[in-house]
Structures are given as C-alpha cells and as structure tokens.
C-alpha cells in the first residue's frame, strides 16, 4: 500500500510527511522545496486486540501504545502540483508519475486561505478550488498517456496499458461500467474523457487535508471548506501538521510523553521558552481536538481503500508466534479477503500447503474462502 502526499507548493505537505514519519525532509516556505520524492513509514492507529484477549502483546512488524496498536503504511511525498503541471509547468510530469503506483491521495490544501494556486502569499484563494485542479491535472496527464495507446486490439492490451498504475482488473472494468461504456479502441476523445474520469476516482482517490487548522483564518473557513468538498464528493479533514510534528519531536526526545492522535500530552521536560510553546500547543488542542493527523490516514486506509487489521499466529491458544511473541503481527488487508488471501501474503509457500486455519478467538477450524474480519486472529495449518 502506497499513500501519496500531494498539493500545490507551500501548502505543508512535507510538513505533513514529516509528521507522519518523523524523516527529517527540507522543510521551506519557497516554493517546490521537494524535488526528489520523499519516501517513508507512516502509522495508522487502531485499538489492539490485545485488550479483547486479555493479554499483553509482543510486536515485531508493529507498535502498541497503552493498547493503541501503530501499523506501518508507505507514504511519499511529491513536488508540489501547479495548474499546467500536465504541460510540464513547474516539475511537470515528475510529480505526475511519480504518483504513478499510490493507491490514494492526501491533498494538503491551506485552510486559512493565504496561499494561492502556485504557493504565493495571498489574502484570500478558496482552498476547495485546488482540490478540482489536481484532479483535473492527474486527469490530463493519464489522458495523454491514453491517448498515445488507445491503439490497444483489446480490453486485454488496454489493461496492460494502464498496469503503470497498478489498477487491478476489475478496477478498469468498473471503471468502464460506470462511464457507461464498452472498451473500444475506437473510442473519441470524449469518451476517453469519460473513462480517465471515473478510472481516477476509482484508482487515485483524494482526501484533503484542510491543513494549518490552528490558526484563527482555518477555524473560521473550515466548515465552508468541508461542505464545499463534499459536494464535489471529497471527504475533507481539519489537520494542524506542525504541531504533530512539534509533538511527535518532543516525544523523541522525552521532553513530552504524546500517542500520536491524542487529545492531549504530558509535559516532561524542556527549558523555559519550550515548556511555554507546549502549553500554548495545549491551548490549541483544546480547541481542535486533536491535530488530524492520525484521523487522515485512517481515513485513507480504512474508509476510502476498505482495509480490515487481521493478526496472525502459530499457537491459537496464547496467541503467539513461533517465538512466543503475543500477537506480534498486524497486518492490512482489504476488506473481502478471505483466509487463502492472508496465507498468500504471509508466505505463497504457506498459501501452496493450505490445509486448514483456526480461528484463535472461537477456537474453530475454518477454510481457505472463509471472509476475514477485522481484528480476526488466525492460525494458518499448511503440510510440512
């Protein structure tokens, strides 16, 4: 799973990256700092099924948190997009393939609306208006793509066409379905427009992150912003990515004790001047609740890509793995999967010598198209 961070110039999206993975990238008011994509980690959160259980887990591929379990995701972090990005206007086509493989998008737009289209101070840009140009931009750019391969004989080469994206199968023929076409290598321009629409929705979906919420201008704009988004069928969140990132720092250094995503911190340490920061940092939080962070890529993950958390073991008694760690993997799988799924992805060795699984929570034996579910705990028995 790859998540990309994406938006015009100066709006913090590598802010938010930073945040998300604490990787120190360049951080800068100018515009494209980012010229090279940003790679990293990021964590979703989740309550861990330990708690349920009643035991302590061990994580190896994981982190708990006072039973908040942090499951890794990969994120990168693209040049910002200008209008004209498709024509090769400000880094142009790289920040377009280098979107290429993300499953999902985070648009980071300035929800105090002081920023305009190309990153510029200003006194007022609707930040919504952003939203409709990236989409617009990622649509140019796949339809000249398209356009220089619509010579494909079939459904078959088409498809092969469009693998860049990493799109499965059924993804391009839902795609079809709902621009209420049949594939044709005939198609007009305007039905390609059709197509590159409803594929992008499909493969490339946006959530919008409405950043900069703790300043005085985004409160007040947020719930336009958010209705605004909703119509144009966006989900769109409140996030403050410098003072998670101002957080998640402290906490590296002991100066405060913060779970990513919580309402509030504890301050452990720190001189005079940074005890006097964090406490006004509390004073924003009581007001936005909490920095959205965390809310964002859970919504990417779990809402938008419909990824369920399921734990697998060796010993559906204690719950643990070869080495007694309790629980000590939770793994991201998409909503439907069933138990062959979770084998193949665990090893496709363990998927070839499929007996049977054992569900640890009931203790039954289940079968390879047995549906998971999330927080599932299973055991898989393959042959020697």
């Known amino acids: ?102 499953d999902a998008l985070i648009q980071v737009v300035d929800a105090s609306c002081k920023t305009d289209a190309f990153g510029n101070p200003c006194e007022y840009f609707n930040a919504i208006e952003e939203v409709k140009f990236v989409r617009e931009e990622i649509e140019e750019w796949l339809f000249g793509i398209l356009k220089r391969n619509i010579k494909a004989k079939d459904f078959e080469e088409f498809a092969q066409v469009l693998s860049f994206t990493r799109a499965k199968r059924e993804t391009i023929e839902k795609a079809i379905e709902d621009a209420k076409l049949v594939y044709s290598s005939s198609w007009s321009d305007e039905e390609l427009r059709e197509f590159v629409k409803s594929f992008i929705k499909l493969n490339k979906p946006i959530v919008v992150a409405l950043n900069k919420a703790d300043l005085e201008e985004s409160q007040k704009n947020i719930p336009k912003l958010i209705e605004e988004a909703k119509k144009i069928g966006v989900k769109a969140i409140p996030t403050s990515a410098e003072i998670e990132l101002a957080l998640r720092r402290a906490n590296e250094k002991g100066i405060v004790s913060y779970v990513p995503g919580e309402e509030d911190f504890e301050i452990k340490g720190g001189n005079e001047e940074q005890v006097k920061a964090l406490n006004k940092i509390k004073e924003v939080l009581k007001k936005i609740k909490t920095t959205g962070v965390i809310e964002i890529l859970n919504e990417v993950v779990f809402n938008v890509l419909n990824t369920i958390v399921v734990y697998p073991v060796e010993d559906e008694n204690k719950f643990t793995d070869h080495f007694g760690n309790v629980l000590p993997d939770a793994l991201l799988m998409p909503k439907g999967s069933k138990v062959i799924d979770l084998a193949e992805k665990i090893h496709s060795e363990l998927a070839e010598n499929f007996l049977y699984a054992i569900d640890a929570k009931t203790k039954k034996r289940i079968g390879k198209d047995e549906l998971l579910k999330n927080n599932d705990v299973i055991k898989i028995v393959a042959k020697r």
């Open 1 to 102: 799973m790859l998540i990309g961070i994406v938006g015009a110039p100066n709006k913090g999206k590598t802010t938010l990256f930073s945040a998300l993975t604490l990787k120190y990238a360049e951080i800068s008011p100018r515009p494209f700092t980012t010229i090279n994509p940003n790679k990293g980690v990021a964590y979703v959160k989740v309550d861990c099924v330990d708690k349920e259980l009643g035991v302590k887990c061990n994580p190896k591929n994981s982190i708990c948190i006072n039973g908040k379990r942090l499951i890794p995701v990969n994120v990168i972090d693209v040049a910002g997009l200008v209008p004209g990005a498709h024509l090769g206007k400000g880094m142009g086509n790289q920040f377009l393939n280098d979107l290429a493989t993300a």
